[in-house]
Structure formats: structure tokens, C-alpha cells
């Protein structure tokens, strides 16, 4: 049933290690861990959300959490598109997306997903809808990859 | 506090690595119902949602956070246009490079030149959208969610 290159049980465990993240961000300091509007907050994007200098802790802590588990397992598979204008287009269309529907995978779909927010559950079937019919016209248009 | 928030971040951060959500192939690909479909991301999102849940148990019983003088979490309740809108334009970008803010971030670690272009790419197009919506900005900040 589960292909052979999913990755179940790592899955499961990073999962939980990113609800427990955000679990800390919620108990310990009051915040949602928004990925989207934290890193807004620290480029002063966003004039709400938490201090400059959490959103900015938060986010630097993405990139150093990542290389000390490259560091103590070995190098982390990071397959990226090769083309850099689907970089740049997806990127573009993820901020504007993400600042006007007030967050992404992570405010959405893990905080608020968890807390049954009716806005948090629409935006999570409208963005995996989204993405779900992009990847299937891209494929069908032959920009796969 | 900011320690506090470091650590929320760097085991976020770490969280991505090991469940493959750093990898924008694998994501792609669960995004790809009709080909060669993988359900990690399935799980993480399983596995986030879990301990998250038992936190807002937790919330609903505390009077405060424990480092921090109060909750500020979302009250809005608003389905609008902004909402529907914006969720699915963001769909779109994270099928067009498999990419959301999140991994994008952490690969700024494990593959600097390709994040970076993406990252600066999002930090444009968030800067268009508030440019776009100034007049509406204050609505955005009672509905800010991250």
C-alpha cells in the first residue's frame, strides 16, 4: 500500500518533533509558529506578530536546526527544481499567497488544523487543492520535473 | 524568551530534515496524485498535528504562556475572499517548486544558491502583496496568522 520510497516512519517522527516546536511556541511564549508570518514579522513586512527579535530567533533556527542534523546523520537529500525561473515564480506567488491568505503549511495546516480552526481548514483544502491540480497541469504541459 | 523561540525554531528546522520535507522532490511528488505519489507528507503532517492538539488542550487551561505575559493566537473566525484567494494562489506556488516558507528557510542549511532564490523570491512577492494592500492593512493585522 505504502510505496517503497515514502519515508513513513521519518515522517511521523519529524512531524512530531515540528508539533512539538510549535507546541513550545504556543505554551512557552503565546505565538502560533507560522512559518510565513514569522519570517514577515522579522523582514518587517508585518507590523503584527510577535517581538522582532523571536520571529527572528524562530527563523534563523529553521536553517540551524537542519544543518546540525546534516552534521550528526550525513548529508540531507535536497532534490530542488533545476530551473531557476520556477524558483522564482514559485516563490513570488508563495509570499503574495501567503500574506493574503494570513499563512501556509504551517500556521494552516499544523496550528491550526490541530485547534479545528474552520478558516485554518479551508485554507488547508484550498492550498492542497491548489497544488494538488498545479503539479497535474504542469505534468500534463510537460513542465514536470 | 529568545532562547526559547531559537529552540522552537532549530527543532522545527530539524523536524524538516528528518521527515524529508526538506527535499522539494518528495513534496512535489505527494503533491502529484495522478503519478508517482508519496504519502511522506501525509505522515508529518499526522505526526504535527498530534502534539499540537494536546497543546491547545493544554491552552484552553492556562492562564498565560509559561515565558510570555499572554496568548496572542487568532480569534477570527472570518472566511473571506482574502482567505480562499490567497490559500489557493499559495497552492499554486508550492506546486510550481515544491517549496513552502518552512523548507524553503531550513534549505537556506543544505542547498544555499537554490533556497536562497526562492527565499528572496518569497520575501518579494510578500513585499508586493503589502505594498498592493496598504490602505487594507489594518484588516490583515486582525486576521494575521501566519
Known amino acids: 500500500m505504502i510505496p517503497d520510497y515514502a519515508m513513513p516512519v521519518q515522517g511521523l517522527i519529524g512531524g512530531l518533533m515540528i508539533g512539538v516546536a510549535a507546541a513550545v511556541m504556543l505554551l512557552g511564549l503565546g505565538r502560533i509558529a507560522g512559518v510565513s508570518g514569522l519570517l514577515a514579522r522579522m523582514m518587517r513586512i508585518s507590523d503584527s506578530g510577535p517581538p522582532l527579535v523571536l520571529a527572528g530567533m524562530f527563523t534563523v533556527g529553521l536553517p540551524l536546526g537542519a544543518f546540525i542534523v546534516s552534521l550528526l546523520s550525513g548529508p540531507v537529500e535536497t532534490r530542488y527544481p533545476e530551473s531557476a525561473v520556477i524558483l522564482i515564480v514559485g516563490g513570488l506567488v508563495v509570499g503574495f499567497g501567503t500574506r493574503l491568505g494570513s499563512g501556509c503549511t504551517s500556521g494552516h495546516g499544523v496550528c491550526g488544523l490541530s485547534r479545528l480552526s474552520k478558516r485554518s481548514v479551508v485554507a488547508t483544502l484550498c492550498f492542497m487543492g491548489a497544488g494538488f491540480a498545479t503539479v497535474a497541469i504542469m505534468n500534463g504541459l510537460g513542465l514536470g520535473w | ?146
Open chain 2, 1 to 146: 524568551m529568545a532562547i526559547l523561540a531559537l529552540g522552537s525554531g532549530a527543532l522545527f528546522g530539524a523536524g524538516l530534515a528528518i521527515s524529508g520535507m526538506a527535499d522539494p522532490t518528495r513534496v512535489r511528488d505527494f503533491l502529484d496524485l495522478f503519478g508517482r505519489w508519496d504519502p511522506t507528507l501525509a505522515f508529518v503532517m499526522a505526526g504535527a498535528i498530534l502534539p499540537m492538539a494536546i497543546a491547545w488542550q493544554i491552552q484552553r487551561r492556562l492562564l498565560s504562556p509559561l515565558a510570555s505575559s499572554e496568548f496572542n493566537v487568532p480569534s477570527t473566525a472570518k472566511i473571506d475572499g482574502k482567505l480562499v484567494s490567497g490559500s489557493l494562489l499559495f497552492g499554486v506556488g508550492w506546486g510550481i517548486a515544491g517549496l513552502c516558507p518552512g523548507p524553503a528557510i531550513a534549505g537556506l542549511a543544505l542547498r544555499p544558491s537554490e533556497a536562497l532564490i526562492f527565499v528572496v523570491a518569497m520575501i518579494v512577492g510578500m513585499m508586493v502583496y503589502r505594498s498592493l494592500s496598504r490602505p487594507a492593512f489594518v484588516e490583515t493585522l486582525a486576521t494575521e496568522k501566519g
